[in-house]
């Protein structure tokens, strides 16, 4: 059986729903555990999804977080709050490996959630 061909009202309308549900970003590591600590400390980032490109959600901004040394992160996962929430899943990334305190910029411009290719 082939994808249905959903129209682009269809896929924008979906993407940007599914942005609604999803109103910070937190990494994870390697373990899919959402990274904690440090000085400054790990927080997950509040999150704002310019509209819906052909189902396509994308963060308006770069998100720049804390990470604590001795962490790999792995992945970032949209949560429905600051803390605590409801994971709603999101991807896997090359693994960077951080030895000492640093920071990760998640690029905007890279990263998103694709609503277009229903199977």
């Known amino acids: ?10 896929r924008n309308a ?3 729903a599914g942005a ?7 990494l994870v590591d390697e373990t899919d555990t959402e ?3 440090g000085d400054p400390a790990y ?6 999804w ?22 790999t992160v792995a ?3 949209g949560w429905t709050a600051l803390t605590e929430g409801t994971d709603r899943g999101g991807p896997d990334i090359t693994n960077e490996v951080y030895a000492n305190q640093g920071t ?3 690029l905007a411009a890279l990263s998103g959630v694709d609503h277009a290719n229903p199977v």
Do not use: C, E
């Open 50 to 71: 310019v509209a819906s490109d052909n189902g396509i959600i994308r963060p308006n901004a770069d998100l720049t977080f804390n990470v604590p040394a001795a962490t």
């Open 75 to 77: 992945g970032w996962r």
């Open 14 to 16: 979906i993407g940007d």
């Open 104 to 106: 990760y910029k998640l």
């Open 35 to 37: 990274i904690a600590g």
């Open 1 to 10: 059986m082939s994808a249905p061909n959903m129209s682009d009202a269809y």
């Open 20 to 26: 609604a549900l999803i109103t910070h970003i937190g």
């Open 43 to 48: 927080a997950r980032q509040a999150v704002t």
